[in-house]
Structure formats: structure tokens, C-alpha cells
């Protein structure tokens, strides 16, 4: 499995069978230009242009846009339902976590999770997560401090943090030296992640990948 980084929540998984893409963004909403690929499965979070822009995706993806479960090409997809801010969606809406399995690999996508606290039965289902995509830059949604939080619940393999400052971007976020600086973990940079199975840490590892 590949996985590589586009900014923001934007990211690519390539496995065996399929290319999936998640929260494409526009360059209206961010001021970051996104890549455009070819994707089998297109999974977008929320409806916020800067996690929506499916036209970045070519192709004719199957298009998963809130809860549900899929089973395409040996990857199984469940979307579950959370909310975009701490007042059960009344300021930012709804949110969808996405659970990804391949290659006998769980990833989860916490998409702008705004919630600081899961629900039982979604924390329940996303423990088993081997890969955490998961945002660091508050203000819309979780902050350091809560997605360490989260982090320690779950304890997944590998940590992915996303949605955070980068250099030109619109949105306001917390830079990702905020989040490295609350962890204690000494990133590992790469341009993209390769992975198995038997290739994964004993030991929590936190991976910064560089924005393609």
C-alpha cells in the first residue's frame, strides 16, 4: 500500500486493486493548488470546498459522501457519522470518519472531527486502526491536544497528521511544530508511505509526509 499527501485532508491510497482519494480541496477555498489524479474511490468527509472538490478526481469514481458501508475490488469502506464541531454539528454540521481495510491494514481518516469525545461504539470500531490520518491544527476541528487524546485511545501503528498550517493557505490552523512539540515523538519525513502488514512498528511511530 502507498499512501501520499496532497495538503490539508487531501490524500491518495494505492492499493493492489484500487486508488482512493479523499477530501480533494479547491484552490478558492484554501489557495492551494490540488493535484488531479485518477481515483477508483472518491470518499469526501464533509461539504466544505475544502474537502469537496470532486472535480480535482478523473475518472468516474464511486463516490462515498457520508455513512455507509462499501466493499470494492478486496477494500472494505464504513463511514460513520460524528459531528464538525463540539455542539453536535449546530456550528459546522456533520462530519464522516472513514474506515479503510486492505491488504490486511485498518486506516482511519477522522476527516474534520470536531467532537472531543467519541461516541462508545465509534470508538469501539475505529480501535483496531493500524494507520491514524488524523488533523492537529484546531480551530475547525480538533486540536493537538485532543488528537493526542484520541491518539492514546486508539494507539494505532502509524500516525499521519493533516490538517494543519501550511504556506499559503487561506484557512488559519495551528502549525504542525505545535502538535510535534505536544506529542514527544521524533517524526519520520518521507514524500510517501510504504507499507505492509509485516512491515508495521511495534511501537507507535509518528510520520510526517512531505505535500505532494
Given at each position: 500500500m502507498i499512501?501520499?499527501?496532497f495538503?490539508?485532508?487531501?490524500?491518495?491510497?494505492d492499493?493492489?486493486?484500487?486508488v482512493i482519494?479523499?477530501?480533494?480541496?479547491?484552490?478558492?477555498?484554501?489557495?492551494?493548488k490540488?493535484?488531479?489524479?485518477?481515483?477508483?474511490?472518491?470518499?469526501?468527509?464533509?461539504q466544505?470546498e475544502?474537502?469537496?472538490?470532486?472535480?480535482?478526481?478523473?475518472?468516474?469514481?464511486?463516490?462515498?459522501?457520508?455513512?455507509?458501508?462499501?466493499?470494492?475490488?478486496?477494500i472494505?469502506?464504513?463511514?460513520?457519522?460524528?459531528?464538525?464541531d463540539?455542539k453536535r454539528?449546530?456550528?459546522?454540521?456533520?462530519?464522516?470518519?472513514?474506515?479503510?481495510?486492505?491488504?490486511?491494514?485498518?486506516?482511519?481518516?477522522?476527516?474534520?472531527?470536531?467532537e472531543?469525545?467519541?461516541?462508545?461504539?465509534?470508538?469501539?470500531?475505529?480501535?483496531?486502526?493500524?494507520?491514524?490520518?488524523?488533523?492537529?491544527?484546531g480551530?475547525?476541528?480538533?486540536?493537538?491536544e485532543e488528537?493526542?487524546?484520541?491518539?492514546?485511545?486508539?494507539?494505532?501503528?502509524i500516525?499521519?497528521?493533516?490538517?494543519y498550517?501550511?504556506p499559503?493557505l487561506k484557512?488559519?490552523?495551528?502549525?504542525l511544530?505545535?502538535?510535534?512539540?505536544?506529542?514527544?515523538?521524533?517524526?519520520?519525513?518521507?514524500?510517501?508511505?510504504?507499507?505492509?502488514?509485516?512491515?508495521?512498528?511495534e511501537?507507535?511511530k509518528?510520520?510526517?509526509?512531505?505535500?505532494?
Amino acid at each position: 500500500m502507498i499512501i501520499q499527501w496532497f495538503g490539508h485532508s487531501f490524500f491518495r491510497l494505492d492499493t493492489k486493486n484500487k486508488v482512493i482519494a479523499i477530501d480533494p480541496y479547491s484552490e478558492a477555498a484554501t489557495g492551494l493548488k490540488p493535484s488531479r489524479f485518477k481515483a477508483d474511490v472518491l470518499l469526501v468527509t464533509h461539504q466544505h470546498e475544502d474537502h469537496n472538490n470532486k472535480s480535482v478526481v478523473m475518472g468516474d469514481p464511486f463516490i462515498l459522501e457520508g455513512p455507509g458501508e462499501i466493499e470494492t475490488g478486496g477494500i472494505c469502506i464504513e463511514g460513520l457519522l460524528t459531528f464538525h464541531d463540539k455542539k453536535r454539528g449546530q456550528e459546522r454540521g456533520e462530519n464522516t470518519i472513514y474506515l479503510l481495510e486492505s491488504e490486511d491494514i485498518t486506516i482511519c481518516h477522522l476527516g474534520d472531527l470536531g467532537e472531543p469525545k467519541l461516541k462508545e461504539e465509534i470508538l469501539e470500531k475505529v480501535s483496531n486502526t493500524d494507520i491514524l490520518l488524523v488533523p492537529v491544527g484546531g480551530n475547525y476541528t480538533i486540536d493537538s491536544e485532543e488528537a493526542i487524546s484520541f491518539i492514546n485511545q486508539i494507539e494505532p501503528k502509524i500516525i499521519i497528521p493533516m490538517h494543519y498550517a501550511l504556506p499559503n493557505l487561506k484557512i488559519k490552523l495551528d502549525p504542525l511544530d505545535k502538535f510535534i512539540k505536544s506529542i514527544s515523538k521524533k517524526p519520520e519525513v518521507m514524500d510517501k508511505l510504504v507499507i505492509r502488514k509485516n512491515n508495521l512498528p511495534e511501537e507507535t511511530k509518528l510520520i510526517v509526509l512531505n505535500k505532494q
